[in-house]
């Protein structure tokens, strides 16, 4: 069992041992969580209905890590922990989305009655 | 000190007590990780060269969060381990840009001398 | 000088002849507008504030043109006239940023004192 | 019937009454091309296996000018020829993917046999 905290230190050494943080602007690290957020969606393109992924499972666990090392980056350059901007976001979350308007429903929430 | 399950925890009771998981098909988590993230990267539209962060900081824990929690859903539906696919994807990554080769370099491992 | 019409029928008439319209559901070339857009934005990454295209000139054009034949094939299949929508958001557009709130400033439309 | 000189001319003529080129980088044009394609995509977000478009068809119509009024932009400063670049984006096209190896697949040219 990881902490957040062990998996940050893995992905701050790896950069830090390549001397890669003078790159690491907010604005690139934003770039670049897009693009990797790219090359997963490439996953599922012309993939029409079929639902089906155990055949790209590799693959998906690949793009997902790199977008997810991206974030991790980001919030280490902009000095967020991560434990607490997801904590705190889905508590904002359960405010703009209650329960009981919310259920069963995927309509954003401006437009929850 | 959360450990990376207890935030999946917080992520994914979010979804069950709406009764979300319905619509998490991995190719729309995929589109929903690319929104989010083009989110993000929208704090840094027309910033040009400006690279202070230091007061667009709330939006930045804002969005990036999102990214992750979209990141931790598509795990969880895929039957991904967060931690496993990290720890995995540095290791190739290591593999990939040797420090040797890397170090100071920004650029991409098929063009590395 | 082209007029968009003969365009257009290039874009379709590569599409035609390989019978790939069958594919071409408009979420999967939402997708691949997206994917295109990655490609074309990859060419900046870790360029930091260095704005010299010159060297990277063909890369963009190739990027480019990537995006604009997909949105071709989306306006196709939606039923939609390219030239019409354009000269419709930009009046829009006029309307929203008049040239006397707007000049010389990059804030949203709803920043604009 | 319009040429695409003409439409390319109510692009810039938008940009210049509001003396915005200057705001215009390609990187920053790169990122706009992202952030409207990702507008687009949000469409499609949640509609699972659901086609239908005729419901969406003024937002599709809204966001994909959006994002081609940005490609006009990111060719006019980079001193690129709409035209010229699909034209001959399409002939690379051909060749990559030959009608009797491409005829009705949807594999990438890599993957055609």
Redesign the interface.
């Known amino acids: 069992?990881?902490?957040?905290?062990e998996?940050m230190k893995?992905?701050t050494s790896?950069r830090d041992?390549?001397?890669?943080k003078?790159?690491h602007?907010?604005?690139?690290l934003?770039?670049?969580?897009?693009?990797e957020?790219?090359?997963?969606?490439?996953?599922?393109?012309?993939?029409?209905?079929d639902?089906i992924?155990e055949s790209k499972?590799d693959k998906?666990?690949?793009e997902?890590?790199?977008?997810?090392?991206y974030?991790?980056l980001?919030?280490d350059v902009?000095?967020?922990d991560?434990?607490d901007?997801?904590?705190?976001?889905?508590a904002?979350?359960?405010a703009k989305?209650p329960?009981e308007k919310?259920?069963?429903k995927?309509d954003k929430y401006t437009e929850l009655k």
């Open positions: 069992m990881n902490t957040v905290e998996l893995q992905i790896f041992e390549r001397n890669w003078q790159f602007t907010p604005k690139d934003a770039i670049s969580i897009s693009l957020a790219a090359e997963l969606l490439e996953v599922f393109q012309w993939s029409g209905t639902l992924v499972k998906i666990a690949e997902l890590a790199d977008v997810m090392i974030c991790g980001m919030a902009t000095g967020l991560v434990s901007i997801i904590t705190k976001k889905l904002e979350n359960r989305y329960v919310a259920y069963g995927s």
